[in-house]
């Protein structure tokens, strides 16, 4: 996090860590966990993609062993998700606007890290990529569900061309904080439009 | 292994690999696993946690690659577990006190690794948890069982309340021997007593 | 990739990843995957094992971070395992072939990076089985099979026999592709006589 840019970068990491958080929190609250279970699937969710993303590049410690911060906000993201559980309707529509929002801010944190790696411009989006998924697959191999990834809808195909937008716009030399934050609205409306349309790939079989 | 307490903390080490590489070739061969099957989970048991451990760090090779006698202790293990294997009454018990004794183990190897790189003391918790718990994940995932650590009673927590009691007791300048085992006994104990008198968390639903 | 045997060594890294990259999107057709979800098996299936085995090791970034090549090979293909589908017959008897030919690849390649790391021969041998079966692992975890190297017929023992080979010949001063190649061949036929025999280890219960 002392490397690159500590502004808008870091807004976007916080953004993500707690979208991940309710998402993972809320997800385990379905599958009837108990307390302590809500809480670390929470955090599994919110640090998977991160954790992985620093691994392959080889910045370890990783991110949440340098800075408590990322635990703390973790828990009192959980705390928060269970004292308001039964007070949101439309819990399964939450529970998927808050993974498609991680998506969209964990696919700009990994790719702006590939970037401060000198990563080629196609690594990074797979980075960014990968980043951005592996929390949600964390999440669900854990509670036994099958992958959101491996549904129907398009899932990692947003996050592609998230990232394609935002090496597009950061080459067109516009804000740091204008870029992030379209690439993010970009991955996280294609998630709403593919769901709310049924939007999917062809098949081959 | 060369840069922290040789001693103590190498008996610690050698006693959790033991301990998970006996409850790893009990659950295989519980699940009817060939020779090498057997083998192949009481070793991905056994260095889960630690190896986890090691790559969030960035300590790497990791320890096995780097010590050969690890692997050599628990081809042995795991040999001796299969020849023992039929003469071995109430198996799901000696199964849970070996899967209980590897958690405390590898809590302390955890706590210790992280405090000798410098790291907060909320982490190193954290980090005893995770080098606790995740050699059982692995375990029960590969064998496709519901990890333990979501079943009913106290598991992580267990990890946790162990965690503080090693910092307390290091506040305290005890001898590192006595830190170390009141530390793998505390978080033994409040696995047989969760189990026994069936403790658990509540949950939010 | 630069600090070892560029030649022979390259060729095998490329033969193995285009073996698994087929390997996995054939079981991910099986399984009805959208385009997409087929392109990103092949690609965990191509990329699991050598990515275990650079994170294990500590040479980050892993191997397709530094060279897009690897990506880009993965991505054709893919595509070509998509356009000729419909056309192979006998697809289990290939999917066999060439998840086979890939195991025999990447023993090979995990066993002369660990030479390379000056590890000890028998941490080779094992960490060229981890990398030669990982892929594999992590196919069949994502699309929910059993994993391969849990069924019946000898899968990880293959690769250690392959790894003691490659050892054996190396000592003997063979030709580094004579040497290489040889290994390949061992696992390979080891996998086809095992499945067509039906040979397995003995189990303990």
């Known amino acids: 996090m002392a490397l690159y840019d500590l502004n808008v970068g870091e807004v976007i990491t916080v953004l993500g860590t707690f979208s991940f958080a309710v998402s993972g929190a809320f997800a385990a609250m379905q599958k009837r966990l108990d307390v302590f279970g809500v809480l670390i699937i929470a955090f599994a969710t919110s640090v998977g993609g991160g954790t992985l993303r620093d691994i392959l590049i080889g910045d370890t410690p990783v991110f949440w062993l340098k800075n408590a911060n990322y635990s703390l906000l973790i828990l009192i993201t959980g705390i928060l998700a269970m004292i308001f559980w039964k007070k949101i309707k439309m819990l399964k529509i939450t529970l998927f ?21 000198d990563l080629s411009p196609g690594i ?49 030399d516009l804000d740091e904080a204008i870029v ?26």
Do not use: H, W
Not at 107 to 112: A, F, I, K, M, S
Not at 180 to 205: C, E, H, M
């Open 97 to 117: 606007l808050f993974d498609s929002l991680g998506l969209g801010f964990f696919t700009v944190v990994g790719l702006q890290k590939g970037l401060a790696f």
């Open 124 to 172: 990074c989006v797979a980075l960014g990529t990968v980043t951005g998924c592996f929390g949600g697959i964390v999440r669900d191999v854990l509670l036994n569900n099958i992958p959101l990834i491996f549904r129907k809808e398009i899932y990692a195909t947003a996050c592609i061309i998230g990232g394609l937008v935002y090496l597009l716009l950061r080459y067109l």
């Open 180 to 205: 992030k934050f379209t690439a993010v609205a970009v991955v996280f409306l294609i998630r709403i439009v593919a769901v709310k349309y049924q939007l999917s790939l062809p098949r081959i079989y």
